[in-house]
C-alpha cells in the first residue's frame, strides 16, 4: 500500500461556479481552494455587502485581478472593493486560525505578505 503525501491534500478542487448554478467541470471553470474557504463559500456566488449593503459576487479567480480586490494589513486581509470585502467575509478568510498562521509565518520569515 503507498503512503499518500499529505501535501497532496493541502487544496480543494473548486467550482468558481457551483454546479448547481451551472457551473461546468471543465478546468477554465475549477480553481484551488483552500478546504476552509471552500467549506465557508459552499455553493454561494455572491453576498451583501456591508458597506454599500448590495448583493455583488463573490471573487472570480479568472476574470478579477487580485491586487485590484485585496490588500495586506499584516497577517489581515482586507478588501479594497464590494467584491473583495464580500469574499472575504463570505469565505471567512480572517478567520482567526488563517490569521495567527499568516501571523506566524510573517515571524518565521516564510512568506512576505
Known amino acids: 500500500m503507498r503512503q ?3 501535501s497532496f491534500y493541502r487544496f480543494a478542487i473548486d467550482h468558481i461556479v457551483a454546479e448547481q448554478h451551472g457551473g ?3 478546468s477554465g ?3 484551488l481552494s483552500c478546504f476552509r474557504c471552500n467549506l465557508h463559500k459552499g455553493p454561494n456566488i455572491a453576498g451583501r455587502d456591508r458597506h454599500t449593503k448590495k448583493l455583488v ?3 472570480h479567480p479568472r476574470r478579477h485581478k487580485w491586487p485590484h480586490h485585496f490588500a495586506w494589513d499584516g ?3 482586507v478588501g479594497r472593493t464590494a467584491i473583495g470585502r464580500v469574499t472575504i467575509v ?3 478568510m480572517n478567520h482567526p486560525d488563517a490569521v495567527a498562521l499568516r501571523e506566524t509565518l510573517i515571524q518565521e520569515g516564510t512568506t512576505e505578505i
Open 4 to 6: 499518500h503525501d499529505d
Open 24 to 26: 461546468r467541470t471543465v
Open 29 to 31: 471553470y475549477l480553481a
Open 57 to 59: 459576487p463573490l471573487f
Open 75 to 77: 497577517p489581515l486581509l
Open 90 to 92: 463570505v469565505l471567512a
